[in-house]
């Protein structure tokens, strides 16, 4: 046998270019496994890293309006008295603007913190002729309430409203013989979660101190592991006041 030349027997391997190019398939093929699951794992993250947000229109004297999150518009022509859904955002620090429709003209313009899983419901409140329009940011409650009961939370939206008191009982209950769910509830004011027992309801709203209804809901049903924020506002055209049932848990 010559220097320099090994004879293989046919029981030693052979790497043939056939061989290699299994190996690299073989290879190829574990790369793409690692890699989707790892890009499946970090979108699966993102999808949890979000704030859900709702925007509440109760100007009665502004327009339509556009909310933006760091500049890029999430809602847009959201008109008084309307609720949008609740939206994505992603959660950390955020700024936030609400614009009168297709313009630049900012009259909230602020900054807020959103952490994952929050439900946040954003009210644009105040009168835009009066250069008091202000944001009331409340954080809404998402787990579900004793059996045979619903939540109610009520906000004072109305700014040609006084300070009122709020029943909330049976249809037809005698106001003289009820205490009032929350009383003396000025504007811009708001309550925690309250428990009531499901069913048909009856929610009136009179001037604070007084039995004179200024809001009556007639009957309404609230039914069992229900939350609602339930909104009392100016009214359209030919009613003084009126409320806005928002449901909390569908948005």
């Known amino acids: 046998m010559g220097a320099g030349v090994v004879k293989l027997g046919e029981n030693k391997m052979c790497v043939t270019s056939n061989n290699l190019l299994r190996l690299f398939a073989l290879l190829g093929a574990i790369f793409f496994v690692i890699l989707g699951s790892a890009c499946s794992g970090s979108s699966s993250n993102s999808d949890n890293d979000v704030t859900s947000l709702r925007v509440v229109h109760v100007s009665p004297d ?3 309006l556009d909310t933006l999150v760091d500049d890029l518009l999430i809602l847009n022509d959201l008109s008084y008295s309307e609720a949008s859904s609740y939206l994505a955002v992603n959660s950390g620090n955020r700024g936030i603007k609400v614009n009168l429709a297709a313009t630049d003209t900012s009259i909230i313009n602020t900054d807020a913190t959103f952490s994952s899983g929050q439900h946040i419901t954003l009210y644009v409140t105040g009168r835009l002729s009066e250069n008091n329009i202000e944001q009331v940011t409340l954080f809404d409650r998402t787990d579900i309430p004793a059996p045979g009961q619903s939540l ?15 029943y909330v009982g049976a249809p037809g209950d005698s106001l003289s013989e009820m205490d009032p769910l929350v009383g003396q509830l000025p504007y811009r004011a708001f309550t925690g979660y309250e428990g009531v027992f499901a069913g048909a309801k009856q929610i009136r709203v009179t001037i604070a101190g007084t039995l004179d209804v200024v809001i009556d809901s007639g009957e309404i049903t609230l039914d069992d592991g229900q939350i609602v924020t339930v909104v009392a506002r100016d009214g359209s055209v030919g009613a003084p006041f009126e409320l806005l049932i928002l449901d909390d848990l569908e948005g």
Do not use: G
Request: aromatic share 0%; proline share 17%; net charge negative.
């Open 62 to 64: 502004a327009p339509d």
């Open 152 to 166: 109610i939370r009520v906000l004072h939206a109305a700014p040609s409203a006084p300070a009122v008191d709020i």
